[in-house]
Each structure stands twice: as C-alpha cells, then as structure tokens.
C-alpha cells in the first residue's frame, strides 16, 4: 500500500508559479509510474503529467510545468510557472506499481494508488 499526501496548493494570481509536492512515506517512487492529475467541477480527471524513465506532459501544460522527483527520490514535485487561470483545478498525485507495455499514462484505470487532492486556484 502506498499512501500519498499531497501539498502545496493554494491561491495565486495569472503569471504566477506554484510548487506542488506529493510525499510517499519514504517509498521510492523510481519503483512507481508517478504521475500528478487534476479535476474540476463536471469534467473528468485529466492527465497533467507523468514520470517515470522519460517525463509526459499534456499539451496545455507543456513548457509552463515540470515534474520531477526529488533527490532523496521520496517526494514528488510539480513545479507549476505562469500560471493560467484554466489551470484551477484539485490536483491529485497518483502512482501505478504496474506499467504493461503499451498502456497510456493518460488512463486514470492504471493507477492504483491516489492521494487525497490539493486545490490550485488561479485568479485573473
């Protein structure tokens, strides 16, 4: 079982950089597909990005955010820059102990582990 607690949201104005953390109580995460998720209210879940040899990005965040773990490879960070305020949202952190070849990081089903959720609220 792998129990991830997320932080670091919070309130910020348009242009402005936020950092999330996702801390997996002392689990390695390079064991892990790790991958950071968020919602809004009426949509599904989306993809923000995925790490685990190679990073993913969706498109929207691409350039803006990075995701990365840190170097004691416990914690889990989203280092989010010019932020927009489409990108309000709960952000959760996730980890998948399995990846078969071929399956998309998008896919929520191949997450197995979820953190409860940090909200991100972008003003214009």
């Known amino acids: 079982q792998v129990q991830l607690v997320e932080s670091g949201g919070g309130l910020v104005q348009a242009g402005d950089s936020l950092r999330l953390s996702c801390a997996a109580g002392?689990?390695?995460?390079?064991?892990?597909?790790m991958a950071w998720f968020r919602q809004t209210p009426g949509k599904e879940r989306e993809l923000v990005a995925a790490?685990?040899?190679?990073?993913f990005y969706a498109d929207s965040v691409k350039g803006r955010f990075t995701i990365s773990r840190d170097n004691t490879d416990t914690i889990l960070n989203l280092q989010m820059n010019s932020l927009r305020p489409e990108d309000t949202a709960v952000y959760y952190c996730?980890?998948?102990?399995?990846?078969?070849?071929?399956?998309?990081?998008?896919?929520?089903?191949?997450?197995?582990?979820w953190g409860q959720g940090t909200q991100v609220t972008v003003s214009s």
């Open positions: 996730a980890a998948a102990d399995v990846w078969p070849s071929g399956a998309n990081v998008s896919s929520k089903t191949l997450y197995n582990f």
């Open positions: 002392g689990r390695a995460l390079s064991n892990y597909l």
């Open positions: 790490i685990k040899g190679n990073s």
